[in-house]
């Protein structure tokens, strides 16, 4: 890890802070900044490490780069854009995952995390979302196998960093999702945001072992 990307992690963090306090208070200025500023130094901080594989590092930054674009989507709720840049983001993850070797044990504990996420989450988001619109409903079905496959992959690297990573990733979306279609979910927004930061973080750290 280069000096230039542990600076860019402690921006994360600080950028982090400011954001989660920001949403707690519901300082709607603060967090405009704050958010993408927290992407925007993780993305630094991929591209200032040495990475086990450059491959694996350009897919990862994609992915980052499209959770940026995210994130200002749907701070100003434009929510199927921005769904959709997410979407492709976890394609970017996915393509990183998929260029490590898989390990067969992990990819079972993966497929078996997902199926107690689904079983808890996809039915009321799914029906949820499907009463908005079939259009939404339909977007968040994709969303929803996307992201099954970067858990069920992210599994199958067998590093910690991805696992915790993945599963963070997995558990803020379903919160968010939740507190959208259905109810108030719990911990509410500021739990949405500290999970997907410290889950992008987490596979950003992963990248100097990842080949």
Known sequence: MTAAAW???????????????????DRRGVEAVAKPAVLVALIAAAAALTPADGAVRTA???????????DVLLFLDWFIAGAAAFLLGHV???????????HTGTLVAGAVLLGV???????PVVAGA???????????????????????FGFGTANPLVMAGVTLFAGSDALLAYGRFVGPAPGGRVAVHVTYHVAQALLVLALPALA
Do not use: C, H, K
Request: proline share 1%.
């Open 117 to 123: 996420l689904l079983s808890v989450v996809a039915r």
């Open 92 to 102: 970017g993850y996915l393509v990183a995952f998929l260029l490590v070797p898989q």
């Open 130 to 152: 499907g009463r908005r619109s079939r259009v939404l409903g339909v977007i968040v079905v994709a969303y929803l196998a996307v992201l099954g496959a970067v858990v069920v």
């Open 7 to 25: 600076f860019a992690l402690a921006a994360a963090a600080v950028a982090a802070g400011f954001d989660w306090w920001a949403v707690g208070r």
């Open 60 to 70: 990862m930054v994609v992915g980052l780069t499209l959770g940026l674009i995210g």
